[in-house]
């Protein structure tokens, strides 16, 4: 099935059963470590997509879930995602593990790329050496042509797989990267992809099973990530670039935040390194918390690793249908509370199963990244220095002679005092400020030094 009336790309779909090397695959086409790959099945759990290039072309690469006959509601949506990605691809590569033949689950997943009816090309992987292609002839059997045998961990045959890949991709009319008007979501990045000139990056971000994914798919218009009642569904980073009436926004969900991983290797642990470097990339955080469990201490330790990041924070108090009254009262004096270092943050209830106060999340993101980027000229900075000082004298006789604001991203202010500030006095000063610029949404940056007056 042609994606090209919809895709300003062509698409190339990854798909196999669990643990065969679907990701260590579309690792090595993208020249990077994308998706987490672990020696167990059922690592890759969402769609990845990525855009790649071979000999001056430019196709987008989607690594899919392994897709599995029979298994729990989260093995089933897995297997949804990959037929998702099939019928929007241009282009399939079935991988299977040349080592183990043709399996059950194998002839079940042929079966689907036949049933889809487009091109396709059999990867017989974990082909290491001449030995193994003897055996790797086995995988003809299925009907689907002669097997393309590549080793995708040490990169045997991958060059000869993508000469394949580009010679059998459609041409493309419309310019690489292309947006496509009115269509949500239509154009998607790699995890570890950078972020687009001037669009904003808005990372998900909260501890495991709070509705993250939900809310990415409400945001996104399509269910993008695999939402399931399981803690830890979502590993990858995800992003998605949409347009709204705000502009386009680029929306990446992340894997639940622990404030510590267990160990220094495997799927939690590179889940929680994507994550952190997700916010480390993202010019606003959407904190989610789970409003019928109150603010938690992990709640806490991720909005202390937000504030030290110096990004825009907008904090969701997802599942806000579910509470009565007296709960919602409880959770909001929680909120003010335990994360009173967030005070600037708007908060905003919301549902993102049934879409109750979403509408809201971007117009709040809006105003954030506005605050964020402001400027404040130096001769209205210091009428409200001068203000703020007339209101209230610092104490012990220190006198802000003036200041100047050095950056933007947040807003860092320096203040040239006569004495040291005590950090009351700085909290009310930032109130200040905040309140009269405008500065509502975003962390203030205020630094002191000391000069004498003359």
Known sequence: MSAQGSRPLPVVAVVGRPNVGKSTLVNRIAGRQLAIVEAQPGVTRDRL????????????????????????SLDLKVTEQAVRALNVSDLVLLVLDATTGVTGEDAVVAQLVRRNGGAVIVVANKVDSEKRE???WELAGLGLG???MVS???????????????KQLPEVSAPAGAPVAGQVGATDVGALGEAEGGVPAVAIVGRPNVGKSTLFNRLSGEERSVV??????????????????????????????????????????????????????????LLVLDATEGVTHQDQRLAERIDASGSPVVILLNKWDLLDTEGRLQVSEAVGD????????????????????????????????????RRIPTSRLNDGLRSAQAAQPAPGGARILYGVQGAVDPPTITLFATRRLPATYLRYLERSLRERFGLGPTPIDLRVRLRQQR
């Open 49 to 72: 997509e990525v855009e790649c290039e071979w000999n001056g072309r430019s196709f987008l690469v989607v690594d899919t879930g392994g897709v599995v006959e029979r298994g729990d």
């Open 134 to 136: 003897i055996d790797a």
């Open 146 to 148: 002669e097997p393309a």
């Open 152 to 166: 995708a961990l040490h990169g045997r045959g991958v060059g000869d797989l993508l000469d394949e890949v580009v």
């Open 228 to 285: 399931h009642d399981l803690p830890g569904t979502t590993r990858d980073a995800i992003d998605t670039l949409i347009e709204t009436d705000h502009g386009t926004v680029k929306l990446i969900d992340t894997a639940g935040m622990r404030h510590r991983a267990r160990s220094g290797e495997g799927p939690e642990y590179y889940s929680l390194v994507r994550a952190l470097r997700a916010l480390d990339r993202a010019d606003v955080a």
């Open 338 to 373: 335990r994360l009173a270092f967030l005070g600037y943050a708007p908060v905003l209830r919301v549902s993102a199963k049934t879409g109750l106060g979403v509408h809201r999340l971007l117009p709040a993101v809006q105003e954030a990244m506005s605050a964020y980027h």
